[in-house]
């Protein structure tokens, strides 16, 4: 089974602090997203990556970082995190080379306050 | 901008009913269809995968699908409470790696 882990599970920080969420996954998979997910809005893609160093912007990739040096871990960074990024954000991973299944971690559960 | 259109629900059904999910979509080249199903406070799970025209049925979970029609549907049979969650539509946008995703289907089973 494809298993994509999450850092945290809940996380509450203040704002102007810097955050990172970490994503690992152990099925070698290529790409690797970061979502966010709010009441209304559905799911939001941040960043994602198609290779180690690799990073390509989605649709709201404003006020947040990626890197990826390891071909299976995925992080997200919020440089200051303001109270407009409180948000459950959920990460997922695909093979390359696939009709893009994507498979998706627990979730974090972000509180900026 | 590509979209991915599903009505928010919630769809009420009572126990043993078949229910209806219905997902149109607006980018006439997208080749790849999936359902999610998330419960509260959960992340989304996959369910179903479908890539041709047509049906195809895994269990209780059929998906079918209609290119021409830009319509796919996910149907469940013999619905469980356990069902009771929301079902996300995801659409394989052509020629790059992300999916675009509909605000999703609030679906209840009552016992």
């Known amino acids: 089974d494809v298993k994509v882990t999450q850092s945290s599970r809940y996380l509450v920080k203040r704002t102007g602090e810097k955050v990172f969420l970490e994503c690992v996954q152990d099925m070698d998979h290529e790409n690797m997203f970061w979502y966010r997910q709010d009441p209304g809005l559905g799911l939001r893609l941040i960043y994602f990556s198609y290779d180690v160093k690799m990073k390509e912007k989605g649709d709201i990739p404003e006020g947040y970082s990626v890197s990826r040096e390891k071909k299976e871990r995925f992080s997200l960074i919020l440089e200051s995190a303001s109270t407009n990024q409180t948000s459950m954000y959920l990460c997922?991973?695909?093979?390359?080379?696939?009709?893009?299944?994507?498979?998706f971690g627990p979730g974090t559960r972000l509180t900026v306050l | 901008q590509k979209e991915v259109e599903q009505n928010s629900g919630p769809l009420s059904v009572p126990e043993g009913a078949i229910a209806s999910l219905n997902c149109t979509y607006s980018?006439?080249?997208?080749?790849?269809f999936f359902w999610y199903r998330q419960y509260s406070g959960k992340s989304p799970e996959l369910i179903m995968s479908?890539?041709?025209?047509g049906d195809k049925e895994d269990g209780r979970f059929t998906a079918q699908l209609n290119k021409a029609s830009q319509y796919v549907s996910l149907l469940i049979r013999d619905s469980q409470p356990s069902d009771s969650a929301t079902y996300l539509c995801?659409?394989?946008?052509?020629?790059?790696?992300?999916?675009?995703f509909g605000t999703g289907t609030r679906l209840l089973v009552s016992p």
């Open positions: 995801a659409v394989n946008e052509e020629g790059f790696q992300k999916l675009v």
């Open positions: 479908i890539y041709s025209n």
């Open positions: 997922a991973s695909s093979y390359l080379v696939s009709n893009n299944e994507q498979f």
């Open positions: 980018d006439r080249v997208s080749q790849s």
